[in-house]
């Protein structure tokens, strides 16, 4: 088991930046690739960004690719994704997953966070 617990999240103004995190405990959270995932009020769950388990492979979504930066901590546990210019578009609960590789495909992630709310005003 992995437990995902993220923070960070919070109300910002477009244009502005937010650096959220997804704290890892239980198995060895360097075996596990991490994605970041969101989903909007009336929208399905959608991919964000992706990292391996090295940190040398990274993955976004063309929505938030130039905008977003994921990156890995394995001494401290932890996965962030750092948000700038953010726009209302990307108000949404923000969640963080591990899964046994690299990739956007939702259903192969086996542990998730409980997410992290993201609000950006216009």
């Known amino acids: 088991q992995v437990q995902l617990v993220e923070s960070g999240g919070g109300l910002v103004q477009a244009g502005g930046s937010l650096r959220l995190s997804c704290a890892a405990s239980?198995?060895?959270?360097?075996?596990?690739?991490m994605g970041w995932f969101r989903q909007a009020p009336g929208k399905e769950r959608e991919f964000a960004a992706a990292i391996g388990w090295r940190s040398g492979n990274t993955y976004y979504a063309r929505s938030v690719k130039g905008r977003f930066t994921i990156s890995r901590d394995n001494a401290r546990n932890t996965v962030y994704l750092q948000m700038n210019s953010l726009k209302p578009e990307d108000t949404a609960v923000y969640y963080c997953?591990?899964?046994?590789?690299?990739?956007?495909?939702?259903?192969?992630?086996?542990?998730w966070g409980q997410g992290t709310q993201v609000t950006v005003s216009s």
């Open positions: 997953a591990a899964a046994r590789s690299v990739t956007y495909v939702e259903s192969e992630y086996d542990y």
């Open positions: 239980g198995r060895t959270f360097s075996n596990y690739a």
